[in-house]
Protein backbone atom coordinates (compact mmCIF):
# COMPACT_ATOMS: atom_id res chain seq x y z
CA UNK A 1 0.00 0.00 0.00
CA UNK A 2 1.12 3.66 -0.65
CA UNK A 3 1.69 5.52 2.30
CA UNK A 4 0.98 8.89 2.63
CA UNK A 5 3.10 11.30 5.07
CA UNK A 6 1.73 14.49 5.77
CA UNK A 7 3.73 17.55 7.83
CA UNK A 8 2.63 19.17 10.01
CA UNK A 9 0.62 17.90 11.56
CA UNK A 10 -0.48 21.56 13.07
CA UNK A 11 0.24 24.73 12.63
CA UNK A 12 -0.79 28.09 13.52
CA UNK A 13 -0.84 30.86 11.78
CA UNK A 14 -2.34 34.59 11.58
CA UNK A 15 -5.08 35.86 9.31
CA UNK A 16 -3.41 37.14 6.21
CA UNK A 17 0.00 34.88 6.19
CA UNK A 18 0.95 32.46 3.07
CA UNK A 19 0.33 28.89 5.20
CA UNK A 20 1.90 25.84 3.75
CA UNK A 21 1.28 22.05 4.63
CA UNK A 22 3.42 19.01 2.38
CA UNK A 23 2.49 15.76 1.51
CA UNK A 24 4.70 12.68 1.00
CA UNK A 25 4.08 9.90 -0.82
CA UNK A 26 6.32 6.38 -0.18
CA UNK A 27 6.31 5.60 -4.25
CA UNK A 28 5.74 7.79 -7.27
CA UNK A 29 2.09 8.53 -7.98
CA UNK A 30 2.04 10.68 -10.53
CA UNK A 31 -0.20 13.61 -10.05
CA UNK A 32 -3.24 11.72 -8.11
CA UNK A 33 -3.22 13.27 -5.47
CA UNK A 34 -6.23 15.45 -3.98
CA UNK A 35 -7.01 18.01 -0.96
CA UNK A 36 -9.70 17.83 1.07
CA UNK A 37 -11.21 20.29 4.03
CA UNK A 38 -12.93 19.13 6.76
CA UNK A 39 -13.84 21.70 9.53
CA UNK A 40 -14.87 21.05 12.98
CA UNK A 41 -18.24 18.30 12.87
CA UNK A 42 -18.33 18.21 9.41
CA UNK A 43 -18.10 16.01 6.54
CA UNK A 44 -14.76 16.23 4.59
CA UNK A 45 -14.87 18.60 0.73
CA UNK A 46 -12.84 18.07 -1.64
CA UNK A 47 -10.71 21.33 -2.59
CA UNK A 48 -7.87 20.38 -4.81
CA UNK A 49 -7.73 17.58 -7.30
CA UNK A 50 -5.17 15.73 -9.59
CA UNK A 51 -2.27 18.20 -7.26
CA UNK A 52 -2.96 21.27 -8.88
CA UNK A 53 -6.84 21.39 -10.02
CA UNK A 54 -9.10 23.67 -7.94
CA UNK A 55 -12.46 22.17 -7.43
CA UNK A 56 -15.49 24.16 -9.01
CA UNK A 57 -16.91 26.92 -6.25
CA UNK A 58 -13.37 26.76 -4.22
CA UNK A 59 -11.54 29.98 -3.65
CA UNK A 60 -8.19 31.35 -5.47
CA UNK A 61 -6.35 31.51 -2.35
CA UNK A 62 -6.26 27.63 -1.93
CA UNK A 63 -3.79 25.98 -4.38
CA UNK A 64 -1.87 22.73 -4.97
CA UNK A 65 1.38 21.86 -6.56
CA UNK A 66 3.65 18.99 -6.80
CA UNK A 67 4.08 15.48 -8.52
CA UNK A 68 5.93 12.43 -8.37
CA UNK A 69 6.08 11.93 -4.35
CA UNK A 70 6.15 15.65 -3.36
CA UNK A 71 3.46 17.55 -2.83
CA UNK A 72 2.23 21.03 -1.28
CA UNK A 73 -1.13 22.63 -0.52
CA UNK A 74 -1.18 26.32 -0.21
CA UNK A 75 -3.56 28.62 1.83
CA UNK A 76 -2.13 32.02 0.03
CA UNK A 77 -4.03 34.74 2.51
CA UNK A 78 -5.60 32.73 5.29
CA UNK A 79 -8.69 33.47 6.75
CA UNK A 80 -10.59 32.80 9.79
CA UNK A 81 -12.75 30.40 7.77
CA UNK A 82 -9.99 28.43 7.31
CA UNK A 83 -9.67 27.03 10.28
CA UNK A 84 -10.15 23.18 9.50
CA UNK A 85 -7.88 19.57 9.47
CA UNK A 86 -6.54 19.34 5.52
CA UNK A 87 -5.68 15.82 4.94
CA UNK A 88 -3.82 15.00 0.94
CA UNK A 89 -5.28 11.54 -0.69
CA UNK A 90 -3.54 9.74 -2.91
CA UNK A 91 -5.68 7.45 -5.75
CA UNK A 92 -2.89 6.24 -7.87
CA UNK A 93 -2.61 2.11 -8.16
CA UNK A 94 -5.87 1.23 -6.03
CA UNK A 95 -7.13 0.01 -4.05
CA UNK A 96 -6.72 1.08 -1.31
CA UNK A 97 -6.70 4.68 -1.29
CA UNK A 98 -4.61 6.51 1.62
CA UNK A 99 -4.86 9.33 3.31
CA UNK A 100 -2.72 11.69 4.99
CA UNK A 101 -2.40 11.73 8.42
CA UNK A 102 -4.51 15.48 8.27
CA UNK A 103 -3.12 18.83 9.12
CA UNK A 104 -4.34 20.76 11.94
CA UNK A 105 -4.82 24.68 10.93
CA UNK A 106 -5.68 27.49 13.79
CA UNK A 107 -5.62 30.95 13.90
CA UNK A 108 -3.02 32.87 16.29
CA UNK B 1 -28.97 19.74 -4.91
CA UNK B 2 -26.91 17.24 -4.57
CA UNK B 3 -27.25 15.25 -1.13
CA UNK B 4 -25.90 12.42 0.54
CA UNK B 5 -27.89 11.03 3.70
CA UNK B 6 -26.68 8.24 5.68
CA UNK B 7 -28.82 6.52 8.52
CA UNK B 8 -28.15 3.24 10.56
CA UNK B 9 -25.83 3.88 12.85
CA UNK B 10 -25.64 3.37 16.37
CA UNK B 11 -24.32 1.60 19.50
CA UNK B 12 -23.49 -2.25 18.74
CA UNK B 13 -21.92 -4.58 21.15
CA UNK B 14 -18.75 -6.38 19.61
CA UNK B 15 -19.91 -9.43 17.35
CA UNK B 16 -22.76 -7.68 16.66
CA UNK B 17 -23.98 -6.49 13.37
CA UNK B 18 -25.38 -3.43 11.86
CA UNK B 19 -26.39 -2.52 8.83
CA UNK B 20 -25.89 1.45 7.26
CA UNK B 21 -27.41 2.95 4.30
CA UNK B 22 -26.88 6.10 2.38
CA UNK B 23 -29.56 8.02 0.18
CA UNK B 24 -28.78 9.42 -2.82
CA UNK B 25 -30.22 12.62 -4.79
CA UNK B 26 -29.08 15.10 -7.21
CA UNK B 27 -25.88 12.95 -8.23
CA UNK B 28 -26.83 10.79 -11.26
CA UNK B 29 -26.38 7.45 -8.34
CA UNK B 30 -26.36 4.94 -10.88
CA UNK B 31 -23.61 5.88 -13.41
CA UNK B 32 -20.69 6.62 -10.39
CA UNK B 33 -18.73 4.33 -8.36
CA UNK B 34 -20.00 4.85 -4.57
CA UNK B 35 -17.26 4.49 -1.72
CA UNK B 36 -17.56 4.03 2.00
CA UNK B 37 -15.09 5.79 4.36
CA UNK B 38 -14.80 6.16 8.03
CA UNK B 39 -13.13 8.06 10.91
CA UNK B 40 -12.47 7.07 13.70
CA UNK B 41 -13.13 9.46 17.12
CA UNK B 42 -10.57 12.05 16.75
CA UNK B 43 -8.17 10.41 14.40
CA UNK B 44 -7.82 10.39 10.16
CA UNK B 45 -9.76 9.39 7.62
CA UNK B 46 -9.57 5.73 6.25
CA UNK B 47 -11.29 4.84 2.91
CA UNK B 48 -13.41 1.48 3.63
CA UNK B 49 -15.26 -0.14 0.57
CA UNK B 50 -16.08 0.80 -2.71
CA UNK B 51 -18.33 -0.65 -5.43
CA UNK B 52 -18.69 0.16 -9.30
CA UNK B 53 -21.73 1.31 -10.95
CA UNK B 54 -23.69 -1.78 -11.28
CA UNK B 55 -22.60 -3.34 -8.65
CA UNK B 56 -20.19 -6.36 -10.11
CA UNK B 57 -16.94 -4.51 -8.87
CA UNK B 58 -16.10 -4.27 -5.00
CA UNK B 59 -13.11 -3.58 -3.51
CA UNK B 60 -12.23 -3.32 0.55
CA UNK B 61 -9.75 -2.66 2.86
CA UNK B 62 -8.08 -5.27 4.17
CA UNK B 63 -9.03 -4.12 7.85
CA UNK B 64 -12.68 -4.83 7.08
CA UNK B 65 -12.47 -8.21 4.07
CA UNK B 66 -14.40 -10.74 5.11
CA UNK B 67 -16.89 -9.22 7.38
CA UNK B 68 -18.30 -6.15 5.84
CA UNK B 69 -20.53 -5.90 2.66
CA UNK B 70 -21.55 -3.21 0.18
CA UNK B 71 -24.28 -3.34 -1.92
CA UNK B 72 -26.70 -0.83 -3.82
CA UNK B 73 -29.80 -0.54 -5.74
CA UNK B 74 -30.19 2.29 -8.78
CA UNK B 75 -33.57 1.83 -8.57
CA UNK B 76 -33.96 3.66 -5.43
CA UNK B 77 -30.46 5.28 -5.41
CA UNK B 78 -29.36 3.85 -2.34
CA UNK B 79 -25.67 2.62 -0.69
CA UNK B 80 -25.87 -0.24 1.91
CA UNK B 81 -23.31 -1.32 3.94
CA UNK B 82 -23.80 -4.77 5.78
CA UNK B 83 -21.41 -4.54 8.65
CA UNK B 84 -20.91 -7.92 10.97
CA UNK B 85 -18.30 -9.29 13.58
CA UNK B 86 -17.81 -5.42 14.60
CA UNK B 87 -15.36 -4.52 16.49
CA UNK B 88 -14.56 -1.91 19.15
CA UNK B 89 -11.67 -0.39 16.56
CA UNK B 90 -14.60 -0.20 14.02
CA UNK B 91 -16.18 2.69 15.99
CA UNK B 92 -16.05 5.30 13.63
CA UNK B 93 -18.65 7.80 11.75
CA UNK B 94 -18.95 6.31 8.35
CA UNK B 95 -19.40 8.47 5.21
CA UNK B 96 -20.39 7.54 1.83
CA UNK B 97 -19.20 9.51 -1.26
CA UNK B 98 -19.25 9.53 -4.52
CA UNK B 99 -15.91 8.61 -6.42
CA UNK B 100 -15.00 9.78 -9.95
CA UNK B 101 -12.19 7.79 -11.66
CA UNK B 102 -11.03 5.02 -14.06
CA UNK B 103 -9.07 2.14 -14.61
CA UNK B 104 -6.83 1.67 -11.28
CA UNK B 105 -7.71 5.16 -10.57
CA UNK B 106 -10.71 5.29 -9.02
CA UNK B 107 -10.52 7.47 -6.04
CA UNK B 108 -11.48 10.99 -6.23
CA UNK B 109 -14.19 11.60 -3.95
CA UNK B 110 -16.15 15.03 -5.01
CA UNK B 111 -19.67 14.35 -2.96
CA UNK B 112 -19.83 13.31 0.89
CA UNK B 113 -22.93 12.45 3.42
CA UNK B 114 -22.88 13.94 6.74
CA UNK B 115 -22.02 10.54 8.43
CA UNK B 116 -23.10 8.43 10.79
CA UNK B 117 -21.91 7.02 13.57
CA UNK B 118 -21.72 3.87 14.59
CA UNK B 119 -19.99 2.80 18.47
CA UNK B 120 -19.06 -0.83 19.35
CA UNK B 121 -18.78 -1.30 22.65
CA UNK B 122 -20.50 -3.59 25.43
Known amino acids: DIQMTQSPSSLSASVGDRVTITCQAS??????LNWYQQKAGKAPKLLIF???KLEIGVPSRFSGSGSGTKFTFTISNLQPEDIATYYC??????????FGGGTKVEIK | EVQLVESGGGLVQPGGSLRLSCASS????????MSWVRQAPGKGLEWVVN????????NYADSVKGRFTISRDNANDSLYLQMNSLRAEDTAVYYC???????????????WGQGTLVTVSS
Open chain 2, 97 to 111: ARVLGYGSRIGLFDH
Open chain 2, 26 to 33: GINFSRFW
Open chain 2, 51 to 58: INEDGSEK
Open chain 1, 27 to 32: QDISND
Open chain 1, 50 to 52: DAS
Open chain 1, 89 to 98: QQFNNVPPVT
